[in-house]
């Protein structure tokens, strides 16, 4: 009777703790499959998770929300192969290769270099609306008076007493092909092409002056170390660009610039602080290669000159068509 109302007794109280163990067990499942959904795929044991799949996926560039699924599953299939090849890399023993070693090391010194430069960049202030509207003022060949170029251009290096005497052959030259004849009977190559441009495709120390050029109208231009540049204008059309259209653009313009200034002033004074020697045939060569710079204001106006932006490099409606690089191709015009 005793053993008979003990078991009746202790029956709901088993009954009670194998529902709690069901009960945890469920939980410690679903806890776990939380866990496997950050994994995409395995391969051969390997995983591969979620966040690799989206970092690959937030490094690309114009993917529309539509298609970013279609582009995940694209994006695992790459690393799919990729895990197979690498697997089989150090299967093969390739990972102890010494070019293997040294381009390992290479891109993880390049990685660390560029954060550090980011983390440099990272607190910038921002281009002000006053900056914003006061860039879009003083570039009214860039904005207001935007213009859409059709060009053709030779390109060539060549000597300054060259150089002297082609400035005045231009104003009596025909044509192009005239000017590229002229060039090569001195043994001059040029490189030859025709081409669309906006404005924004146009180095901004050249955009003024072209603004200022006639229709069939031909300049010599200058672009440094030894590098000239022929332009005739065949013809333009106005393309305007508004404010409204053009302060985001400018924002994020003012601010690349602002982090190109920052990375050359934050490398100059590294450089400055650092211990740097070169050894064997480097040390001749460093100290041959430049002359030391003259004043600090020598070496403000050379790290200014290098983060200088080149061109607006934003493009609007209108993208540049490349030109071909033998030959006066045919003449375009704008769209």
């Known amino acids: 009777m005793i053993c008979e109302h003990m078991s009746n007794r202790l029956f709901p109280v088993c009954a009670l703790l194998l529902v709690i163990l069901v009960l945890t067990t469920g939980c410690g499942k679903k806890e776990g499959a939380k866990v496997t959904t950050q994994v995409a795929a395995r391969v051969n044991g390997d995983e591969i998770t979620v966040h690799q799949v989206n970092y690959v996926l937030s490094r690309s560039q114009n ?15 790459r690393l799919i192969d990729q895990n197979l090849a690498r697997q089989k890399a150090i299967a093969s023993g390739l990972d102890r290769s010494p070019n293997v070693v040294q381009a390992i090391e290479a891109a993880r010194s390049e990685i660390l270099a560029r954060a550090y430069l980011e983390q440099v960049t990272a607190n910038l202030r921002r281009p002000s609306t006053e900056e914003t509207r006061d860039y879009y003022g003083k570039h009214s060949e860039l904005f207001a008076q935007r213009r859409v170029f059709s060009l053709e ?10 150089a002297v005497e082609l400035r005045g052959q231009l104003s009596g030259a025909r044509s192009m092909q005239e000017i590229a004849n002229w060039l090569q009977s001195r043994g001059v190559k040029i490189a030859a092409s025709r081409g669309v441009r906006a404005a924004e495709q146009i180095p901004l120390e050249i955009l ?8 069939g109208q031909v300049q010599l231009f200058d672009v440094g170390g030894g590098r000239y540049q022929v332009v005739r204008v065949v013809a333009f059309k106005a393309a305007p660009v508004d404010e409204a259209t053009a302060a985001p653009r400018i924002q994020q313009f003012l601010l ?36 030391k710079v003259k004043s600090k204001a020598d070496a403000k106006a050379k790290a200014e000159d290098v983060a200088k932006p080149r061109a607006f490099k934003y493009s609007w409606e ?8 033998a030959g006066l191709p045919e003449e375009p015009s704008p769209k």
């Open 318 to 325: 209108v993208e540049a068509q490349p030109g071909k690089s």
């Open 256 to 291: 690349n610039s602002r982090s190109r200034e920052a990375i050359v002033e934050e490398m100059k004074r590294i450089r400055n602080e650092a211990k740097i020697e070169y050894v064997g045939e480097f040390a001749s060569v460093a100290s041959a290669k430049e002359p």
């Open 153 to 162: 251009e030779l390109v060539f290096t060549t000597k300054d007493d060259v």
């Open 63 to 77: 993917v529309a929300p539509e298609v970013a699924a279609q582009a995940k599953r694209e994006i695992l299939d």
């Open 208 to 215: 003024p002056k072209l603004q200022a050029m006639k229709e």
